[in-house]
């Protein structure tokens, strides 16, 4: 069983009213908070390994979680290029490309910027990390295989939530991703079998948010569970609803 762990990465130097996928900043002082406030959250937490975009601000997430525990690097988390749209905002985009904006905010699956990226494109690179992440924790020699009659299936097929101790027994693996919005809600896409083109009307991804996703040892890239949904708990206040 693998317990995937995902969030995106506190506010950047960049600013909310970019497109600034590629620009590689560090996060603000607000954005630092965020991170400790999500590290506070996890403490305690049992996680096997820290996986992290090579973007600075996510990078710089993923160390203030950890807590001088290892953080790998995969590049396949970078954050989708903009191409010429990056640091524009989205009025400098209408102004500029009108009926490519329009297209890609119909289907940016398969629409990409000037010299950017599509969803497509992303989710192909989420695909071959999720493929990857399999292979590693479940499809190893040391990994434990639950026979079907075994499984906490409900009569329509649905699993029923894990306890901690069946967990144990089954050898969960616990990995925590930080990336990007549009990475993450990409991968989420992939992850639940859903068509790339939703992926923004679909999927929130707030920062520093906590989004689980869980497999199975027979699942496939595109058979997760979703446990948890951009939880940000951890950054309200008391009495303050933890969504909106």
Do not use: K
Request: net charge negative; charged share 25%.
């Amino acid at each position: 069983m693998l317990t995937l762990v995902l969030t995106r990465h506190g506010r950047a130097a960049a600013g909310d009213i970019m497109l600034g996928g590629q620009l590689d900043v560090t996060l603000t002082p607000e954005g630092r908070h965020e991170a400790e406030a999500l590290a506070r959250r996890l403490v305690g937490f049992r996680i096997d390994r820290i996986i992290s975009s090579p973007m600075l601000r996510a990078l710089e997430t993923a160390q203030t979680v950890a807590t001088g525990r290892p953080v790998e690097v995969d590049e396949r988390l970078r954050e989708l290029d903009y191409g010429q749209w990056e640091s524009l905002t989205y009025d400098e985009i209408g102004a500029r490309d009108p009926e490519l904006r329009a297209r890609w905010e119909h289907d940016p699956g398969s629409t990409h910027s000037p010299g950017g990226e599509s969803g497509e494109e992303v989710a192909a690179r989420a695909l071959s990390f999720l493929v990857d992440l399999l292979a590693a924790e479940l499809g190893g020699p040391n990994g434990i295989s639950v026979a079907p009659e075994h499984r906490s299936l409900d009569p329509g097929g649905s699993r029923w939530p894990v306890s901690e101790a069946q967990a144990d027994v089954e050898g969960e693996r616990r990995v925590l991703v930080v990336a990007h919005g549009t990475f993450n809600r990409v991968l989420l896409c992939v992850a639940l079998g859903l068509p790339v083109q939703d992926y923004r009307r679909r999927f929130v991804q707030d920062r520093t948010n906590l989004t689980v996703l869980r497999y199975e040892r027979d699942d496939t890239p595109d058979g997760a569970q979703l446990i948890l949904g951009n939880d940000v708990g951890h950054l309200r206040g008391q009495g303050e609803a933890p969504w909106g």
